[in-house]
């Protein structure tokens, strides 16, 4: 099997610029995709296939990937983002589903 | 609207079983492919299992095969979890999710609000 790696933690000041992390071999060959988790709630997809946006999603979460690592970069973080953000993907397999360890991030 | 409710959940003994439903609404269930992914007590989220749209392909993690078996009543619109031979491990929140599977891709575009499982340790 494969597996996805995520920083535990990232901070990030109000209003600034931050950048999750999403690391794994699979990446190469599957697209990834991103969630929003805040505490006591279900995960909300944020980012779809890499780069794609669903409806409703502000326009400041945006994706991209190069290699073996993904990126979901959120520009002018507002305080309601403070949250979990989880990625996944297929494993290489292809049959499996797998998700990163989550990062959580923090807004000061 | 698409909803995902979910149910069947409750506290069960080790070795003990428990069958989980999922009722959908607001899109073609028979459409999609659905999954179930669980998230254990202040832990990340795991990828539990996935049914083909006719329920003619199934695919488990590892650490269920074999124990947990998914499956779909169409007519019902709903998606089930059949979990036996119960673990402390298993403990989790159980989200049941509606998919779309690309073959370079999957992802998970609607979520329920999970029902809890508790197998004591």
């Known amino acids: 099997s494969s597996e996805l790696t995520q920083d535990p933690a990232v901070s990030v000041a109000l209003g600034q610029t931050v950048r999750i992390t999403c690391q794994g071999d699979s990446l190469r060959d599957y697209y990834v995709s991103w969630y929003q988790q805040k505490p006591g709630q279900a995960p909300t997809l944020v980012i779809y296939?890499?780069?794609n946006r669903p409806s409703g999603i502000p326009h400041r979460f945006s994706g991209s990937s190069s290699g073996d690592t993904a990126s979901l970069t959120i520009s002018g973080a507002q305080a309601e983002d403070e949250a979990d953000y989880y990625c996944?993907?297929?494993?290489?397999?292809?049959?499996?589903?797998?998700f990163g360890g989550g990062t959580k991030l923090t807004v000061l | 609207e698409v909803q995902l409710v979910e149910s069947g959940g409750g506290l069960v003994q080790p070795g003990g079983s428990l069958r989980l439903s999922c009722a959908a609404s607001?899109?073609?269930?028979?459409?999609?492919?659905m999954s179930w992914v669980r998230q254990a007590p202040g832990k990340g989220l795991e990828w539990v299992a996935s049914i083909k749209e006719d329920g003619s392909q199934k695919n488990y993690v590892d650490s269920v095969m074999g124990r947990f078996t998914i499956s779909r009543d169409n007519a019902r619109n709903s998606l089930y979890l059949q979990m036996n031979s119960l673990r402390a491990e298993d403990t989790a929140i159980y989200y049941c999710?509606?998919?779309?599977?690309?073959?370079?891709?999957?992802?998970?575009?609607?979520w329920g609000q999970g029902t809890l499982v508790t197998v004591p340790s």
């Open positions: 996944n993907s297929r494993d290489s397999s292809g049959d499996h589903v797998i």
């Open positions: 296939a890499k780069t």
């Open positions: 999710t509606r998919d779309i599977v690309l073959a370079t891709a999957i992802w998970f575009d609607y």
């Open positions: 607001g899109f073609i269930f028979r459409s999609y492919w």
